[in-house]
């Protein structure tokens, strides 16, 4: 078979993180070729290189058999890549032809300016009925399924000509039968000699498409091997084995009194997305809650603490059942979070540092909502100091410090307020190894004075490294839950995959 | 090693402290350096009565102005001042030709104001409609209020003890002068020393964290655009008593100078900062060069491109001092 793609010793580095080290991958014309790896393991890195989003520090990459020194998005297109994100990059209030074909439109033969429509539509109608599609080229984007949207990417693809067409877990929105669908149509792009790099979680779906498989993880390099020469449970292995040592501050054995529920949620539902029952945190405990990106643990963190609506919410908590209709109930019930995306909801950046220490506290700094400078002023200077947060000074602005820093602010929020259960969403996210140590450390800490400490993370490791018990989240509901000494990656994995 | 940080680190203060200064002064600077080109081209500029004449005539949109700057800092706008400014002046007007005791009808103006701003601030945080929307249909409400209270005709006859609240003086200064520095301090002060707000500034800076930090988003937000209809209730207030009459087409257009100087005090359009302070000395450089144009006799038509050249101007520094920033 011919080989479209080469990619080899792909080295890249952000601030902080060497995101690529030492990877490569190859696809040849007609094969399916299966990208894994754990959340952060570098796949959408690396695809990002091919795309020419993100330049590459180091390596060297082929395109039928050509090295290409400087890849930009213009030229990775113009050379038959494409690439479809889970987020699709579609004009929902244009047709179906609009989209295919935007910024290529026929135009009329006499004034080139104008779009020549009924050639627009002809010429989508035609690459629609190649994949057999039954969609109207008229029809508006935003009135399709998401499995129709789908399509219409990938026919904007083979109206580019791609040869090498990049589809990033692309059946995580679809239900069995449009899977079906999306199958009889890689398989076809499969014969018509198209190179695909298939990336996803659901493992099981190789066994029908893919020819072979290419391993990351951390990002490095695991290995290549033929789909049909390995089994699932090897890939698994490959895909988390590595050690811990020095990663994680010791783990030392608690006696978890299991009669002292600090939460306990009973029933909590939200249409379609969540269906939780007998959720327990016990006080003291870190309490690891996995899943992969999509399994509904955000929503669960969100609807918790008041921030979003739900159909069914019984919870109690230190024994009394609470009611959380807004985040201002859940801080009073004594909750805090840390959300995933600090930048976005967790911090006011142009905002100084004691400001957003004291944010949710300002009731105890201050008298008739006249705020004691002074008052102010210790307590930030005490929590600095106690979490060494790195800044010049108290009333820097957030923004301006590092992201392992910034975090801390925000542990600085809820210790301030004296949180009993803390929900770490994504804690070590985008932040340096030693500050993620620091992290693991005030949550350990944390925990030893009693309050209960959630923590939702898509790495195993570090679910391992420091959780007391893990629950495993799966399409809005829990599927296991695992104490401490049953704790080993594959069988976490076998309840987050299916 | 230890010793080079701790020099770099006082490096950075000083050098922050230079730049902080500079930025504070920025817009300080630019109402000196207005005021000494002025004095240069027109004898007339810089004397104690000119200088009075410029605080009255400033105060009406400084007084508006501050309103709109709480607003502006949690991200909004509010576009119905100058219309609220009428209907209030109106119903001042007319509680005191029914009769009504100075200090009464005062209040019922300025409580139309506050009445206002409450719909506007209900109204944008509980059905999540933008500012922009709510305030532009507010604009037109308000306005039309103050027309069919009035039926478009002067509402006059007021007493003339009312007329000290914009006519008066205590000493040299103008009343109205006296009101809005006494306002500016007690704004500026709500703004910098209370949980309100830093609320405000919170919410103007990331909404969602300060939603998850407990801030009471709608209270906040209602808080503020009550805030505005009261100041905008008072400047109307003080104009039906400097004209001695109350007028449904009062005010027409202060929202755009208000919002005006506000941005070029540096409030931001993107929330999150802002200043009272800096909001005074912003109104100060619109009047000021009224004034100062007028003086040297450049027609009102001019001054109108002037300013809308100093708004642009002023944004586009602060754009590229916050890129400067990050």
């Known amino acids: 078979m011919k080989e479209l793609l080469r990619m080899e010793g792909i080295e890249k580095s952000f601030p902080g993180v060497k995101a690529l080290s030492n990877v490569n991958i190859d696809v040849r014309a007609g094969e399916l070729h299966a990208l894994l790896g754990e959340n952060g393991a570098g796949k959408s890195t690396l695809m990002k290189v091919l795309a020419g989003v993100y330049k590459k520090d180091n390596g060297k990459i082929y395109i039928k058999g050509e090295e290409i020194e400087d890849l930009n998005t213009e030229l990775s297109q113009k050379l038959g890549i494409s690439i479809i994100y889970q987020e699709f990059n579609l004009f929902p209030d244009l047709s179906v032809a609009e989209n295919i074909f935007i910024r290529r439109e026929p135009k009329n033969s006499v004034l080139n300016f104008v779009i020549d429509d009924r050639k627009l539509n002809k010429q989508t109608e035609e690459i629609l009925s190649k994949l057999h599609l039954n969609i109207k080229p008229k029809t508006l984007v935003k009135n399709l399924s998401v499995a129709e949207q789908q399509m219409v990417e990938i026919a904007k693809a083979l109206s580019m000509n791609a040869e090498i067409l990049v589809m990033d877990e692309p059946t995580a929105a679809l239900t069995e039968s449009e899977i079906v669908e999306l199958f009889k149509v890689i398989k076809e792009l499969k014969q018509k000699g198209v190179g695909i790099i298939y990336i996803s979680h659901r493992l099981e779906e190789l066994e029908e498409i893919a020819d072979r498989v290419t391993i990351l993880r951390d990002g490095k390099y695991i290995k290549t091997v033929n789909y049909k020469d390995t089994t699932v449970d090897q890939i698994i292995t490959a895909m988390v084995g590595r050690d811990l040592e020095d990663k994680f501050p010791p783990y030392e054995v608690k006696n978890i009194n299991k009669s002292k529920i600090l939460l306990n949620v009973k029933k909590l539902t939200a249409k379609n997305k969540l269906n939780i029952e007998d959720f327990k945190l016990y006080k003291g405990e870190i309490l690891g809650i996995y899943g992969l990106v999509g399994a509904g643990r955000t929503e669960f963190a969100k609807v918790l603490f008041g921030k979003d609506k739900c159909d069914d919410f019984e919870v109690y908590i230190q024994g009394e059942r609470a009611e959380i209709k807004s985040p201002i109930d859940a801080i009073n019930y004594g909750l805090g979070y840390l959300t995933e995306d600090r930048k976005k909801d967790g911090l006011a950046l142009n905002l100084s540092v004691e400001y957003n220490i004291n944010l949710p506290s300002l009731d105890k700094i201050a008298t008739n909502g006249i705020i004691d400078r002074q008052k102010a002023k210790m307590s930030a200077e005490k929590y600095i100091d106690a979490l060494k947060i790195k800044t010049p000074g108290m009333f820097q602005l957030a923004k301006n410090l590092s992201g392992g820093n910034q975090q801390k602010i925000i542990i600085a929020k809820w210790l301030m307020k004296n949180s009993k259960i803390i929900i770490f969403d994504e804690p070590t996210r985008g932040i340096d190894v030693g500050a993620k140590y620091e992290v693991y450390e005030l949550m350990i800490a944390l925990a030893k004075k009693g309050v209960g400490v959630i923590m939702i993370s898509s790495e195993l490791p570090e679910i391992i490294g420091i959780s007391d018990r893990v629950v495993i989240m799966r399409e809005g509901r829990f599927t296991g839950e695992l104490e401490r000494e049953e704790l080993k990656e594959k069988s976490i994995l076998s309840y987050a995959i299916k | ?326």
């Open chain 2, 1 to 326: 090693m230890i010793i080079g940080a701790i020099t770099g680190i006082k490096e950075m203060k000083s050098k922050l402290n230079i730049t902080n200064l500079l930025n504070e002064l920025g817009v300080l600077l630019g109402l000196i350096s207005m005021g000494v080109l002025f004095s240069i081209f027109s004898k007339h500029f810089f004397t104690v009565n000119n200088l009075l004449t410029i605080a009255l005539q400033t105060s009406i949109i400084a007084i508006l102005a501050m309103g709109v700057t709480y607003v502006i800092i949690t991200s909004g706008i509010d576009l119905s001042v100058g219309s609220i400014l009428a209907v209030s002046g109106v119903v001042t007007g007319k509680a005191l030709l029914a009769g009504l005791p100075i200090w009464l009808s005062i209040l019922l103006g300025i409580g139309m104001g506050g009445l206002c701003g409450l719909i506007n601030g209900v109204i944008i945080s509980n059905f999540k409609i933008a500012p922009f929307i709510v305030t532009l249909g507010m604009m037109s409400i308000a306005r039309g209020a103050a027309n069919v209270i009035t039926g478009a005709m002067p509402v006059s006859g007021l007493p003339q003890q009312f007329a000290f609240v914009g006519g008066g003086r205590i000493g040299i200064v103008p009343v109205p002068v006296i009101i809005m520095f006494t306002l500016a301090a007690i704004l500026g002060y709500v703004l910098k020393r209370t949980s309100f707000g830093r609320y405000i500034y919170c919410l103007g800076s990331n909404e969602e964290a300060a939603l998850l930090s407990g801030v009471n988003v709608k209270k906040t937000k209602i808080g503020v655009y009550v805030i505005s209809g009261l100041m905008a209730g008072l400047a109307g207030v003080i104009m039906t008593s400097r004209l001695v009459s109350a007028q449904s087409a009062a005010g027409l257009g202060y929202e755009l100078d208000a919002i005006a100087a506000a941005i070029i005090g540096g409030c931001s359009p993107l929330g999150g900062a802002g200043k009272i302070r800096e909001t005074i000395i912003g109104a100060f450089i619109i009047g000021t060069m009224r004034n100062g144009l007028n003086l040297l006799s450049i027609n009102a038509f001019w001054q109108q491109i002037a300013i809308g050249a100093i708004i642009i101007i002023a944004v586009y520094i602060d754009t590229v001092r916050r890129r400067k920033e990050s």
